[in-house]
């Protein structure tokens, strides 16, 4: 059964991009919701293929049942050898839409959001071994520096660093309320600004990347 997941900006620009041939192979590596993907299903003749990558598997409650439709289940890093696998050679278009979806902060237990005071869980394939969790109690203080610096690009990334091994050195972050009182009080001034939570979503991106 489908899920509710959202309909994607710009569809129709989006998939105008790709000049579908009617006979031609292409590929989603985001496959999400399929929106993208129903697009381009509708733009193909009976000839052409598509071949739908996600790693997610709550993603495949939304594959059609369509026989020019393949999806895998899969990160799109391992999209040549799957490819090679299905016996295609070459494609005539790839779409990636990367990010998270609203599908993801909907649902409570994965731990994308901090509307929730859920598990830091955040894995978007959820077969795979490191949660926000983890990271954030396992990691050195170095590492988890480098993670909000690289990927946040937040200037002041190690003193964030600090205040996290000093909070799990005292009992581990297990939840995502307990990690917004910890980064609260680097935020305050840009959320009274701001107005707004979406200064504290930065952390929480970062640590998803
Ligand atoms: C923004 S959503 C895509 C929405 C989709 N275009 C649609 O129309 O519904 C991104 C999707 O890509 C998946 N994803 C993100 N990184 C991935 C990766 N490296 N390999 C495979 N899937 C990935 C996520 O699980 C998510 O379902």
Do not use: W
């Not at 495949?60 to 999806?71: A, C, E, G, H, L």
């Not at 190690?158 to 009080?185: C, F, H, W, Y």
Request: aromatic share 12%; charged share 25%; proline share 3%.
């Amino acid at each position: 059964m489908m899920t509710p997941y959202h309909i994607p900006a710009l569809l129709h620009p989006t998939i105008d991009g790709l000049n579908i041939k009617k006979d031609g192979v292409y590929v989603d590596v985001t496959f999400g919701g399929g929106g993208h993907s129903r697009e381009i299903l509708s733009r193909l003749g009976e000839d052409g293929k598509l071949f739908g990558f996600d790693q997610d598997e709550d993603a495949m409650k939304n594959v059609p049942d369509d026989k020019r439709f393949t999806f895998v289940r899969s990160n799109f890093c391992f999209l040549r050898n799957f490819l090679k696998y299905h016996n295609v050679e070459q494609v005539d278009g790839i779409i990636a839409d990367l990010g998270v979806s609203f599908h993801h902060f909907d649902e409570e237990e994965r731990g994308f959001s901090f509307r929730f005071d859920s598990d830091l869980d955040m894995r978007m394939n959820k077969q795979a071994r490191l949660s926000a969790s983890v990271v954030l109690n396992s990691y050195s203080e170095e590492n988890l520096a480098t993670v909000f610096y690289l990927y946040g690009e937040f200037h002041n990334s190690r003193r964030i660093a600090a205040s996290i091994v000093k909070a799990r050195n005292i009992q581990p972050i297990t939840k995502t309320g307990e990690l917004m009182d910890i980064l609260k009080p680097f935020f305050l001034i840009i959320r009274l600004l701001l107005k707004c939570n979406s200064a504290l979503f930065r952390p929480f991106r970062r640590l998803l990347v």
